[in-house]
């Protein structure tokens, strides 16, 4: 058990959590940077619409959540199912018995639906 | 230097170079354990390095023997599950796509999808590398991020200034 690692763990928690109550309260407007890669170039990024499906979601318009990013939707909770795991070895200094490994073919799968899901998005 | 080792046939760690010590000091590490880094061509009894050899962590193994009960991983080869061992990133990469919106994440998850696959195919150094790639942009990505915020910030704080001034 690391005590700085499991400080620093919490106050990112601590500080996720906090950003999901503003978002869901704001709906991000006015204080949320956005998306800078669209900024920059015009185009979607892979995580564009998240923070507008996280606040659909937020308010239980699961359906809508979907809509405006449906990879990173199903992807970031797993995403971060796996790196909790990771996390939580990290802090009490060994690893947990158990992750979440997609195997070399799912992270393979992974890594082309999210490219195809990027480039698609900004041609169609 | 991360170091791997091997206790009743299965694959441990990486651990650094003083967690490797501080486990031949207690005992949790014997000098027949057979123990293996990045660069080294084959494993070998945890006793037969001269660098922990030189700490008197170890102790001496005898010539012959000793080493009868420990399996023997074949060259460079690697035992049975030590491809859970390299760390891919894949997450990690995943999670900076997302919320770091940084194209860069993209990158970072080409190399965490190779890690696995270059490992199970033997190629433990072309793995290694991919996996240090992967974790190279994921650190950019955030860092980008992080730079991104805080020009951002900046700027906030000169628009809300601005406005109270007038």
Same mark, same amino acid.
């Given at each position: 058990m690391h005590k700085d690692r499991a400080i620093w763990v919490s106050l990112a928690v601590l500080g996720l959590a906090f950003a999901a109550y503003m978002l869901r309260e !704001? /709906?991000? =407007?006015?204080?949320m940077p956005g998306c800078i890669f669209r900024k920059v170039t015009g185009l979607d990024c892979p995580g564009c619409g998240m923070t507008r499906g996280t606040y659909a979601l937020l308010h239980g318009r699961v359906g809508d959540a979907f809509r405006f990013n449906p990879v990173g939707m199903v992807l970031l909770p797993l995403a971060m199912i796996g790196l909790g795991i990771e996390v939580i070895g990290w802090v009490r200094g060994k690893r947990l018995p158990f992750s979440l490994n997609p195997g070399r073919w799912g992270a393979t799968v992974i890594m082309v639906v999210m490219i195809v899901w990027w480039v698609g998005r900004n041609v169609v | 230097m991360s170091w791997y080792y091997s206790k009743n046939g299965t694959q441990l760690g990486p651990v650094t170079e003083q967690e490797l010590k501080a486990k031949g000091g207690s005992g949790?590490?014997? &000098? !027949?354990d057979l123990v293996w880094k990045e660069g080294m061509p084959d494993w070998l009894p945890f006793g037969q390095l001269a660098e922990f050899q030189a700490l008197g962590v170890v102790p001496q193994v005898p =010539?012959?023997? &000793?080493? /009868?009960s420990v399996p023997m991983p074949q060259s460079a080869a690697y035992p &049975? /599950?030590?491809?859970?061992?390299?760390?891919?990133y894949l997450w990690q990469s995943i999670v900076v796509t997302i919320l770091c919106c940084m194209p860069f994440g993209v990158v970072a998850i080409v190399y965490a999808a190779k890690v696995d696959s270059l490992a199970a195919h033997g190629d433990i150094a072309g793995a290694n590398a991919a996996s240090k790639s992967a974790k190279t942009w994921v650190t950019v990505a955030v860092g980008c991020w992080l730079a991104a915020l805080a020009i951002y910030a900046v700027f906030a704080i000169i628009a809300i200034a601005g406005s109270s001034i007038h």
């Open positions: !704001t /709906g991000g =407007a006015g204080w | 949790e590490v014997l &000098a !027949t =010539a012959s023997g &000793a080493m /009868g &049975a /599950g030590y491809t859970q061992q390299i760390p891919n």
